[in-house]
């Protein structure tokens, strides 16, 4: 059982390249979500997906693309890299049950820097 | 829309000591969930602590415990006998019932543990 797992841990794009954050867990969530986390403003929401083929956008979607194909996996796409995207990426899942709302659990997150 | 509010961006406490880091938060929900998070310099996110609204007993684990009240919409963690190890960023979260899983964040408190 490894949780969540996100690749790469490390990337840098130049402005304007395009690239595709990975996501995937081994604990049938129906729920993951994308953060991204800048100093000082915690973690603000991306895109989220209840399950699979179910997308919708969070607090800050600009510039992001999402996709659910299967339950596990979730990967978020960059359009358009900016300068404005740097920042720490993170993935998360959990359980959604009728009436019981789970924990979410994250991934070690994803440091992207943007030139 | 949830809000979540940090108003301490720093703490400091002695080794073996108590500490106490506060959180508010603002919601027209009655029913949600409340969650500590702890960031060490690994960048992961650890769950600490997790509250049901609808308990009216505050969670306890181990050396960790809430004060939870919700009239005041207030989320306080008390550490006890911290521990070097206990040195992060500690982040206050707020999730909603089935439906509305989004995990909305505080911009965290930075606890530093003097040996």
């Known amino acids: 059982n490894a949780g969540v797992t996100q690749t790469p841990k490390f990337q840098v794009l130049k402005t304007g390249q395009s690239m595709t954050l990975q996501c995937a867990q081994d604990?049938?969530?129906?729920?993951m979500s994308w953060y991204r986390q800048d100093p000082g403003m915690g973690l603000r929401l991306i895109h989220y997906s209840v399950g699979a083929g179910i997308t919708d956008q969070g607090e800050v979607p600009n510039g992001y693309n999402v996709s659910r194909s299967t339950t596990e996996d979730f990967p978020l796409r960059l359009l358009s890299a900016a300068p404005s995207q740097t920042s720490v990426y993170f993935c998360?899942?959990?359980?959604?049950?009728?009436?019981?709302?789970?924990?979410?659990?994250f991934g070690p997150g994803t440091r992207l820097t943007v030139l | 829309a949830q809000t979540v509010t940090q108003s301490q961006p720093e703490m400091s406490v002695q080794e073996a000591e108590t500490v106490t880091l506060s959180c508010t938060y603002d919601t027209s929900e009655s029913d949600y969930y409340l969650f500590w998070y702890k960031q060490p310099p690994s960048r992961q996110m650890i769950l600490v602590i997790r509250?049901?609204?609808?308990?009216?007993q505050n969670a306890t684990e181990n050396r960790f415990s809430v004060n939870f009240q919700k009239a005041a919409k207030s989320f306080s963690l008390k550490i006890s006998d911290s521990q070097l190890g206990d040195a992060a960023m500690y982040f206050c979260?707020?999730?909603?019932?089935?439906?509305?899983?989004?995990?909305?964040f505080g911009t965290g408190t930075r606890l530093t543990i003097i040996p």
């Open positions: 979260a707020y999730r909603g019932n089935f439906g509305n899983e989004k995990l909305t």
């Open positions: 509250q049901e609204a609808y308990k009216q």
């Open positions: 998360a899942s959990s359980y959604r049950v009728s009436q019981y709302t789970d924990t979410q659990y």
């Open positions: 604990m049938n969530h129906e729920y």
